[in-house]
């Protein structure tokens, strides 16, 4: 039978350990009040700024959204001018904002829809080296820039900014791959453009532009393959 620990008289009289903690704190508080008060207030003041830093950042962002909503309105409405100003102005008044990045990016699509290619190629290029939050937004930001390029009467930097954008093997990748051998035809380098063509229709045997890229590839005196292959998602536009 386990046998019963007697407690000692000594231990009966010892400070319990609680209190001891709680006499402590209480001395220390009154001796440093103005310490503990001040540290009080500062964590306060650091959490009224912190809730208020989020209350300012949601409210950016809601009037980022209003704004850029309004510029996608003026291109549905063909407005490109109009647009291009609206997503100019989101971007500098909201830049720090998820829509801010997109608007960025719009604003090269209202630009090249307004014929101003050269300051479109530059809200491309804008766009790209601050670092596209989204794989497929990058590849559209190339294709967009290329196409940019293109109207440019730069054929060969469309070509590497195509080449760039089929590289990534996204979603349009059948668009920048077409796009770039056009670039290459344009440029005269018949070779590398039946090759792109080629592969092509290799890749995008479902495409519905087929007929239209046999053609090309019979006119530069290639012959379309005969490799079957299994269809590949074309999400080029038709």
Do not use: C
């Amino acid at each position: 039978m386990a046998r019963t620990r007697r407690i000692k008289r000594k231990e009966l009289l010892a400070p319990d350990e609680f209190v001891s903690f709680s006499r402590q704190a209480a001395t220390y508080l009154n001796e440093n009040r103005n310490t503990v008060i001040m540290a009080a207030g500062g964590a306060l003041v650091l959490l009224v700024a912190v809730v208020a830093f989020q209350a300012i950042n949601s409210s950016r962002e809601t009037s980022a959204a209003i704004a850029y909503q309004a510029g996608v309105s003026m291109m549905t409405d063909k407005q490109y001018n109009e647009a291009a100003a609206a997503f100019d102005d989101v971007v500098t008044r909201y830049g720090g904002t998820s829509h801010g990045v997109l608007a960025r990016l719009q604003l090269g699509h209202a630009l090249l829809q307004a014929d101003r290619a050269q300051e479109a190629v530059e809200a491309y290029e804008s766009f790209l080296g601050a670092g596209p939050p989204a794989d497929y937004l990058r590849q559209l930001a190339q294709t967009r820039l290329a196409g940019a390029q293109a109207v440019q009467g730069d054929a060969a930097a469309a070509q590497t900014s195509f080449a760039a954008a089929a590289a990534e093997g996204g979603i349009f990748a059948a668009d920048a791959l077409l796009g770039e051998a056009q670039a290459a035809e344009a440029q005269g380098d018949t070779t590398t453009a039946r090759r792109l063509y080629l592969r092509f229709l290799e890749e995008y045997p479902g495409s519905s532009r087929r007929p239209v890229v046999t053609a090309r590839l019979v006119e530069l005196g290639g012959a379309p393959s005969t490799a079957s292959k299994a269809p590949a998602a074309d999400n080029a536009s038709s």
